[in-house]
Structure formats: C-alpha cells, structure tokens
C-alpha cells in the first residue's frame, strides 16, 4: 500500500473538524426551535384555559418561584409579537391561529434542520472512515520501514 499522504490526513482532520462544528452549530439550532415550539404550545393552552376559565384568575410567576393570583382583564384580546419586537393585538382565537401556523412552520424548519445534522453526520463518518483507513496505511507504513532498518 502506498504511503499516506499527511496533507490527506490534515485536510480529512479539518473538514472532520468543520462538520463536527457545524453539527453541534445546528443541534444547537434545533433546541432553540423546539424551545419555541414548547413555548408557543404552552401559550396555546393558557389562551385555551383562559377561555374556559370563568373567573378569569390566572397565577402570574413573578420568579424565584413565587406567583400572583391576578384576573385577567379581557381574556378576549391577545398582545401577539409577530417579530422584529413588534406585537399586535388579536382577538384570543386569531392568536390561537396565529400560533399553531408559528409552530407548523417551525416543526417544519426542524424537519429540515434535522435531515442537514442527518446528511452532516453522514459525511463526518464517511470522513472518519478515511480517516481511519489514511492513519492505518501510515501506521502500516511506518511499520514496513522500520522493519526493514
């Protein structure tokens, strides 16, 4: 077997290297998008249980684990942020709309983000593999010289 080659071996190390950055670049993303995908469901169910809710008392976390029990004014209307720090106001069932179209779009952008980390993981252990196979032959290599010194 020929030698192999340690600019081969260095070029395999870096693109191994960048896909493994880039995997843990959009695992990273992913979890952002689930986290929104969570908080848009919680907020669903609030403006669902707000509606069936008779009294209009809600417990408000105000942190360090401590809540308020406050009424909600007007359980009809929604601030709803819509991006770019910009929020309107919709009747409770456009937001509920609203919402659930948010978190379709964003199952689909997982979808999606998950098939790139997928394909990336592909290409990192075929590189791994020449990588494996480039050390060997250096190794073999190495082997069959010093056993002819």
Request: hydrophobic share 40%; proline share 1%.
């Amino acid at each position: 077997m020929d030698q192999a080659d340690p600019r081969e071996i260095q070029t395999l190390q870096m693109y191994l290297n960048e896909y493994g950055q880039q995997i843990e670049l959009m695992t990273q993303q992913l979890s952002m998008i689930e986290q929104q995908r969570l908080e848009g469901t919680a907020a669903i169910e609030t403006l669902r249980a707000l509606q069936e809710n008779a009294d209009g008392a809600v417990l408000l976390p105000i942190g360090g684990g401590a809540y308020l029990r406050v009424k909600v004014l007007d359980a009809g209307h929604v601030l709803v942020n819509i991006g770019a720090d910009v929020s309107v106001e919709r009747a409770t069932a456009d937001a509920v709309g609203y919402l659930e179209d948010r978190i379709t779009e964003l199952e689909a952008l997982a979808k999606k983000v998950a098939g790139s980390v997928e394909q990336l993981q592909g290409q990192a252990t075929e590189i791994s593999r020449r990588l494996e196979a480039a050390y060997r032959g250096a190794r073999q290599a190495q082997a069959g010289q010093g056993g002819s010194s």
